[in-house]
């Protein structure tokens, strides 16, 4: 069948919590740095809100990454969000394909910029985005959207 991106599905949040390995992850996906994944959030992480397209990559029917799309109309931006894929399948390249696949419904929002935000310290993703056609924004601009986040982030805009 091969790679394929689809909706997510709140019956699939037990597993992709469970992609977490470390405090960091979990802060990812749910904003709270517990670790293991804290099981009353585990049907709530996911919130249902109409701006926000969660979407799981599949290989086959199997469930090996999920992401989110971030519209904001309001910035005429869109953001990806909440990128992980299962720690069993990292390291071969899966997170650029994914990363690939979410830019397409990003694109097709109609917005002209697309951002995504990661933390400093993980190289593996920043190699990634990278790899995928995201370049750092100005240091003014990430100072500036930095000053109301809780952590100081690496702020990337897709370049093509």
């Known amino acids: 069948m091969g790679m394929e991106l689809r ?83 990292r390291g071969r390249g899966i997170g650029a394909e994914l990363v690939r696949a979410l830019l397409k419904p990003a694109v097709a929002a109609g917005h002209p910029d697309i951002f995504l935000r990661v933390r400093p310290e993980n190289a593996v993703a920043i190699r990634t985005y990278l790899g995928v056609g995201f370049v750092d924004v100005s240091q003014q601009e990430m100072d500036e959207w930095n000053a109301a986040q809780p952590v100081a982030y690496r702020w990337m805009r897709y370049a093509g």
């Open 7 to 89: 909706g997510f599905g709140d019956e699939h949040g037990r597993l992709v919590a469970g992609w977490t390995r470390t405090a960091q992850e979990v802060g990812v996906l749910s904003g709270r740095e517990e670790y293991p994944f804290p099981a009353d959030l585990i049907g709530s992480w996911h919130k249902d809100d109409p701006d926000i397209e969660s979407y799981l990559y599949f290989d086959g029917e199997t469930p090996v990454g999920y992401g989110e799309v971030w519209l904001d109309d309001e910035e005429d931006e869109v953001e990806l969000a909440r990128v992980i894929v299962d720690p069993d399948r």
